[in-house]
Every structure is written in structure tokens, then in C-alpha cells.
């Protein structure tokens, strides 16, 4: 995230208003400096006046596409890094992107905190800041040159997966994210594997992480709202975890009571501080 009066810019280009206003509020609420623009010819016309330090741009755009109006900042020396915004999927789509001068893309439809994890990541390799080289969350610090993670000072020995598992966690910090996101993230696109093997590395990650201190990530369930009435006969409604089912319930309780489903499995994570006091496990 930018410091206090050294916001970067970031110009979001995309024809679709709706996009356009959620991609830029979201980097806005992250503290960066948003310029947007509707079309090919806006785009170019913005970042030849002023360089931005990163460029989101879809690639079909209704007058110059994405691919072209790359190729013209190029070839003006304009060097800003630049995120992809696609809807096609193909390789070779993705190939043309990157070779002719983008940074990375994402394919449409896309998840915002995606976005802001690969801008901040961009960011990091492109301007070389060494604020940014370690990524911090209450007691957990990543310096990502020396590849190391240390809780409370204890330097943790984690895998290769772990590794990128947490880095996906610190540079999200407080939002939930789903196993989809995670996959595409740390497993990459071409994952066919078991998406189980999400839960199993968040398990391996906590038991590390809570050697040190409090538990940090934490589960949340996809969920749904279930009515009910009261004594009185007015409806009060609770959020239901998916991962829970009603029991057995009376005409005088206010709420549903829950038994665990082992049908169902909870698929969304988030980086928290804990609000339980710790003990030291061994």
C-alpha cells in the first residue's frame, strides 16, 4: 500500500462503467492515485501527458484495443508496467498479451482483491521499492529478498507452498478469500489437482504460524439466511453458516440451533488478528 503523500498512480482503463468504477473505488480505498478512461485513444492520450507507475487495461476496447494501444506506449517510451484485464482465456491470447510488453493479466470475470494482490505484486518488481520488500501483518514479517518469515522474531521454516500461500494471505490482509482465489494464486492456472489442497495447507500453515502466537487465519463458511419466528410471532433471521444445518428447534427458541454438516466444507479464508488469548503449543 502507498505511504501518505507518495500515492502512485494507477490509470484504469476499461469500456464497461461498471468495471471501471469498481476497479478504480477499490485501488482508491488502497491508496493509490487513480486516472480513468473509457477508450484506446483516452488511455494514450493520459499516460503520454503523464506517465503512471501502472496501467490496468482491457484488452478489447471499442476503438484501439489493449494490445495496440501497449504496443504505441512502447514505442513512445512509455515503460509504465501493465495488468491485463481479459475476457478470453486462450493461451495464445495471454502469450500475444505478455509478449508484446504487459506484466500480467487477469480473465474476466475476476475478483477485486485479486486485482489489488497483483497490482501491489507489479508494484513490488517494477519500482524496486525496499519498503515493500516486506510484507507485514500484526507480528508476522515476510522479506521477500531474503525469502525468510519470522513470527514474534522465531524465523519459521516453511515450504515452498507455504511460502506462497502466506504471501497470497499478507498481501490480502483482512479479506476473505475464497479456495478459487487461492488456487488460481498459489496454484496457478493450470492446477487439475484435488482443490482440497487448499484446506490442507491453510492446516499445515496455522499449525506454524500458532507455534508463536494467537491464531491468524481464520475460516469462513459460505452462508445463508434462515427465518424463524418468536414467541410473539415476529420473524427474526441469522446468518446460517452452509457448513451447519438446523436441528431440532421449538416454538419458544428465537434462533435456529447448529449441528455440524459433514457434508459440507468451509472454502473461504481471510488473515485476522485474534481476538482469543494464546498459550504456547509445542
Known amino acids: 500500500m502507498p505511504k501518505n503523500g507518495d500515492k502512485r498512480r494507477v490509470l484504469v482503463v476499461d469500456d464497461e462503467p461498471s468495471i471501471l468504477d469498481s476497479v478504480a473505488t477499490s485501488l482508491r480505498y488502497e491508496g493509490y492515485e487513480v486516472e480513468e478512461a473509457m477508450t484506446g485513444r483516452a488511455a494514450l492520450a493520459s499516460a503520454l501527458k503523464e506517465a503512471p507507475d501502472l496501467i490496468v487495461l482491457d484488452i478489447m476496447l471499442p476503438d484501439v484495443n489493449g494490445l495496440e494501444v501497449t504496443r504505441q506506449l512502447r514505442s513512445s517510451g512509455v515503460r509504465a508496467p501493465i495488468l491485463f484485464l481479459t475476457a478470453r ?3 495464445e491470447d495471454k502469450v ?96 487439475g489437482g484435488d482443490a482440497n489442497v487448499v484446506e490442507t495447507y ?10 508463536y502466537g494467537p491464531a491468524l487465519i481464520h475460516t469462513h463458511p ?12 415476529l420473524l427474526r433471521c441469522r446468518y446460517v453458516p452452509a457448513c451447519c444445518s438446523p436441528s431440532s428447534w421449538s416454538p419458544s427458541w428465537r434462533w435456529w440451533s447448529l449441528t455440524p ?22
Open 89 to 91: 482465456d486462450s493461451v
Open 96 to 191: 500475444a498479451g505478455l509478449t508484446i510488453g504487459g506484466d500480467d493479466y487477469v480473465t474476466k470475470p475476476f475478483a477485486l482483491a485479486e486485482i489489488i494482490a497483483r497490482v501491489q505484486a507489479i508494484m513490488r518488481r517494477s519500482l524496486g521499492d525496499a519498503t515493500d520488500e516486506r510484507l507485514r501483518f500484526s507480528d508476522v514479517e515476510m522479506d521477500e529478498r531474503a525469502h525468510e518469515v519470522r513470527r514474534a522474531g522465531h524465523l519459521l521454516e516453511l515450504t515452498a507452498t507455504e511460502y506462497n500461500l502466506l504471501r497470497f494471505f499478507l498481501s490480502n490482509p483482512r479479506r476473505v478469500l475464497s479456495k478459487a482465489q487461492i488456487l488460481d494464486h498459489v496454484w496457478h492456472y493450470d492446477f
Open 202 to 211: 491453510v492446516s499445515y500453515l496455522r499449525k506454524k504460524l500458532e507455534r
Open 222 to 233: 459460505p452462508g445463508r439466511l434462515h427465518a424463524t419466528r418468536t414467541r410473539v410471532g
Open 261 to 282: 454438516s459433514p457434508t459440507r466444507r468451509c472454502d473461504r479464508f481471510s488473515l485476522a488478528r485474534a481476538t482469543n488469548r494464546w498459550r504456547p503449543t509445542m
